[in-house]
Nanobody
Framework: QVQLVESGGGLVQPGGSLRLSCVTS????????VGWYRQFPGKERELVAS???????NYAGSVKGRFDISRDDPKRTLYLQMNSLKPEDTAVYYC????????WGQGTRVTVSS
């Protein structure tokens, strides 16, 4: 059974930092690309960042230079380091893996507000 469990969200002031984690199970994590998405109220989920099995990364233009995606294969965990956070980063963040069909975690809410 594939499971993805996100954590690390919360309330942070503009300019602050958060580190999201996604612990996975039920599939061969080290063999697959994984990614972080976010969803604004009333909007479709959008890709934030992805990392391939080989470590190649890709970022949305709006987060490039501020966010850093990484993975720890022995721990089967995906991370998203978010720096210089802005109010417009407020969203629910999800991790995702495509295994023929897509699997999602339950999401973790990030709120950037003073």
């Amino acid at each position: 059974q594939v499971q993805l469990v996100e954590s690390g969200g919360g309330l942070v002031q503009p300019g602050g930092s958060l580190r999201l984690s996604c612990v996975t199970s039920g599939f061969g994590f080290k063999w697959f690309g994984v990614g972080w998405y976010r969803q604004f109220p009333g909007k479709e989920r959008e890709l934030v960042a992805s990392i391939s099995a080989g470590g190649m990364v890709n970022y949305a233009g709006s987060v490039k230079g501020r966010f850093d995606i990484s993975r720890d294969d022995p721990k089967r965990t995906l991370y998203l380091q978010m720096n210089s956070l802005k109010p417009e980063d407020t969203a629910v963040y999800y991790c995702h893996v495509a295994l023929g069909i897509g699997y999602w975690g339950q999401g973790t809410r990030v709120t950037v507000s003073s």
